[in-house]
């Protein structure tokens, strides 16, 4: 597995913005995007550093050289208005909470906003207000997340839950299962899909989904898991997402 740590995806803007995902230091194969500039890039690459901006916005910069005595400044306006809108699903994940913490620690940059399934959730990340609690599965918790919105990165995931009784000084290999509702076909596949159509409804400008590698192929290990197919539909997520006109930008 390679690490991504370069996404040379870029708009044009007076100044481009440091990326929410970028700097994860997530482990991450490959990343397909909508944006022209990348598709003129091999699928797959393993640059060095990761700086993109998904969402770039403007500020309006000046400079001022004061009287004798004083060096020279850069001043920086930004108004609320000027910036991006961001929400983070999946925000309490060990994806998400990074993601929205660093968004956070932007905000010259980026207004931020967290969706979580629950209030535990919800408090794990500081609970502030800008966290709206939800399920990807129900389109209505979704709507009021979604309003205004520039930016939507998906960072939900179905969760297998481990069966009880392993352990591990017998040898053997753990088996897993998923909560009735909550398998991949639920929340990887019909809550992906779900927030895009709610994000697409609501005016975004740019869907970030991370997803996994693997997914076209259906023998992978990972698709046993649980017998949830969890890839198949993280894949078919991915595809829909693609086609359906939004710019996006897919990293797994
Ligand atoms: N972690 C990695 O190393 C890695 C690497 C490559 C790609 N990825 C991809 O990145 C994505 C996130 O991975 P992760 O490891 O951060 O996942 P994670 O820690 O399992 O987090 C998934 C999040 O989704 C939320 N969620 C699940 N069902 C939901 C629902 N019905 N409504 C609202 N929220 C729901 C969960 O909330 P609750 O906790 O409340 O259930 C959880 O916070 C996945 O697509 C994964 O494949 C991860």
């Given at each position: 597995?390679?690490?991504?740590?370069?996404?040379?995806?870029?708009?044009?803007?007076?100044?481009?913005?440091?990326?929410?995902?970028?700097?994860?230091?997530?482990?991450?194969?490959?990343?397909?995007?909508?944006?022209?500039?990348?598709?003129?890039?091999?699928?797959?690459?393993?640059?060095?550093?990761?700086?993109?901006?998904?969402?770039?916005?403007?500020?309006?910069?000046?400079?001022?050289?004061?009287?004798?005595?004083?060096?020279?400044?850069?001043?920086?306006?930004?108004?609320?208005?000027?910036?991006?809108?961001?929400?983070v699903?999946?925000?309490?994940?060990?994806?998400?909470?990074?993601?929205?913490?660093?968004?956070?620690?932007?905000?010259?940059?980026?207004?931020?906003?967290?969706f979580?399934?629950?209030?535990?959730?919800?408090?794990t990340?500081?609970?502030a207000?800008?966290?709206?609690?939800?399920?990807?599965?129900?389109?209505?918790?979704?709507?009021?997340?979604?309003?205004?919105?520039?930016?939507?990165?998906?960072?939900?995931?179905?969760?297998?839950?481990?069966?009880?009784?392993?352990?591990?000084?017998?040898?053997?290999?753990?088996?897993?299962?998923?909560?009735?509702?909550?398998?991949?076909?639920?929340?990887?596949w019909?809550?992906?899909?779900?927030?895009?159509d709610?994000a697409?409804?609501?005016?975004?400008?740019?869907?970030?989904?991370v997803?996994?590698?693997?997914?076209?192929?259906?023998?992978?290990?990972?698709?046993?898991?649980?017998?949830?197919?969890?890839?198949?539909?993280?894949?078919?997520?991915?595809?829909?997402?693609?086609?359906?006109?939004?710019p996006?930008?897919?990293?797994?």
């Open positions: 597995m390679a690490t991504l740590t370069r996404v040379p995806l870029v708009f044009s803007s007076n100044r481009v913005a440091p990326a929410p995902a970028a700097s994860l230091n997530h482990k991450c194969n490959c990343v397909a995007s909508s944006s022209p500039l990348t598709r003129k890039l091999p699928h797959c690459s393993t640059p060095s550093s990761l700086s993109f901006n998904p969402f770039s916005s403007s500020f309006p910069s000046f400079s001022t050289r004061q009287n004798k005595g004083f060096r020279r400044t850069s001043v920086v306006v930004a108004s609320m208005a000027d910036l991006s809108t961001v929400l699903t999946g925000a309490a994940g060990r994806t998400g909470q990074i993601v929205y913490k660093k968004l956070k620690e932007r905000s010259d940059q980026f207004v931020v906003r967290g979580v399934r629950t209030p535990e959730s919800k408090e990340i500081g609970g207000d800008d966290v709206f609690v939800g399920d990807i599965r129900d389109t209505t918790s979704l709507v009021p997340a979604m309003q205004g919105i520039d930016a939507l990165i998906i960072l939900t995931s179905a969760v297998p839950r481990m069966k009880p009784g392993f352990d591990p000084t017998k040898g053997g290999r753990p088996e897993f299962y998923f909560e009735d509702g909550a398998y991949p076909e639920q929340v990887d019909i809550g992906q899909k779900n927030q895009i709610v697409e409804e609501a005016g975004v400008k740019q869907i970030v989904l997803g996994s590698m693997g997914g076209t192929n259906p023998n992978h290990p990972l698709n046993s898991l649980g017998n949830g197919n969890i890839l198949v539909w993280k894949r078919k997520a991915e595809q829909y997402l693609a086609d359906s006109g939004v996006y930008t897919i990293i797994s």
